[in-house]
């Protein structure tokens, strides 16, 4: 009876493991191709969680163009025209997927969560923390304890 349970659970395992990655390679394979990107937007959050400030980013770090290739290489391109390539892996974790570019960042960010993602639109998002904006209504410089960035794209 031991032996037949450890059997289904063994098999409960690989069926499981199996459904994650199948996951990873659907996203990867909607992955592919050139992406540009359409808008980008922060927002910035108190330490209660609530909103304090939002902008929209205007910075020549940020990449105009993202192309993705099967051997899990991706080749950015800034608004400035600078090209990074670079290889990249997507991870699954509590069902959602999270992309790692391993040699180049994006507003210094190195991970993005995959929040939506079809076969023309995707979206991501990053998380900040204590990060400085200035406020533009009032020019202060302030330090939110949590900011999140949402990039927006489209496929060429």
């Known amino acids: 009876m031991n032996k037949l349970l450890l059997i289904a659970f063994m098999a409960v ?21 050139k992406w540009s990107v359409l808008s980008n937007k922060i927002v910035y959050y108190d330490q209660s969680g609530q909103k304090e400030y939002e902008e929209v980013l205007d910075n020549t770090s940020i990449a105009a163009e993202i192309t993705f290739t099967k051997d899990l290489k991706a080749s950015l391109v800034s608004r400035s025209g600078e090209v990074l390539n670079t290889r990249y892996n997507l991870v699954e974790e509590s069902n959602i997927i999270y992309l790692e570019l ?11 969560t995959i929040a939506e ?28 304890p ?11």
């Open 117 to 144: 993602a079809s076969a023309k639109d995707m979206t991501w998002t990053g998380n900040f923390s204590n990060i400085k904006y200035e406020d533009k209504d009032t020019g202060e410089i302030i330090e939110a």
């Open 13 to 33: 395992a690989v069926i499981g493991c199996k459904k994650d990655s199948s996951q990873v390679v659907k996203m990867n394979n909607t992955l592919m191709g």
């Open 146 to 156: 949590k900011a999140i960035l949402t990039l927006k794209f489209n496929k060429q």
């Open 102 to 112: 391993f040699d180049a960042a994006i507003f210094d960010a190195n991970v993005w």
